[in-house]
């Protein structure tokens, strides 16, 4: 069975930093890219970008380049999300969700994580 | 503002039907064979519902169906059932990147 578990919420103070994870199970992790999305509290979705953990090829939504860095360690199978100096827009839930090589569809999603950035 | 437009809201009673509209452009919708549903209940994550605009993934009901149009995509639910509401987002994967529709609110009255 296909699993994305990704990491529990986080409350941060802002400008602080913070690394989020989503760790997949039941497939090949280097052969499926692994993407970001937000959803900010009753809102829609975002799509922030993206890695392919067999190269580690990453592309970004313009919206969000510079703004996080996105990366994987295929040895145990986890892709993270991660933040330098985080900000009180930054609350949100982040999902992570699989898409196929040649396929441009998210076909399994992480239960999310929220993130509340408050001082 | 969200790059694809979908209403905000639509309502039905059981055993209805009901379609959701999904409008972009000819740079994404209009242009791409790759256009997918996402079903979102209150608290869970996005599951995938159709893909490739009118495929279903294995399990998903045959109750729900796509289509498309020019620059609009449909998503139509028939035989409306209470577990039904939800929110729907479309999505279309240009090769740039994927975008999302605002998400519409389905009311089973």
Redo the contacts between chains.
């Keep these: 069975e296909v699993q994305l578990v990704q990491s529990g919420p986080e409350v941060k103070k802002p400008g602080e930093s913070l690394k989020i994870s989503c760790k997949a199970s039941g497939y090949s992790f280097t052969t499926y890219w692994i993407?970001w999305?937000r959803q900010v509290p009753g809102k829609?979705?975002?799509?922030m970008g993206i890695i392919y953990p067999g190269d580690s090829d990453t592309?970004y939504?313009p919206s969000f380049q510079g703004q996080v860095t996105i990366s994987a360690d295929k040895s145990i199978s986890t892709a993270y999300l991660q933040w330098s100096s985080l900000k009180a827009s930054d609350t949100a839930m982040y999902?992570c969700?699989r898409r196929g090589t040649g396929?441009?569809?998210?076909?399994?999603?992480?239960?999310?994580t929220l993130v509340t950035v408050s001082s | 503002q969200s790059a694809l437009t979908q209403p905000a809201s639509v309502s039905g009673s059981p055993g209805q039907s009901i379609t959701i509209s999904c409008t972009g452009t000819s740079s994404d919708v209009g242009g791409s064979n790759y256009v997918s549903w996402y079903q979102q209940h209150p608290g869970k994550a996005p599951k995938l519902i159709i893909y490739d605009v009118s495929n279903r993934p294995s399990g998903v009901s045959n109750r729900f169906s796509g289509s498309k149009s020019g620059n609009t995509a449909s998503l139509t639910i028939s035989g409306l059932q209470a577990e039904d509401e939800a929110d729907y987002y479309c999505s279309s994967y240009p090769p740039s990147r994927p975008l999302f529709g605002g998400g519409t609110k389905l009311c089973v009255l």
């Design positions: 993407a999305v829609g979705l975002e799509w592309r939504s999902y969700a396929m441009r569809r998210f076909d399994s999603w992480g239960q999310g």
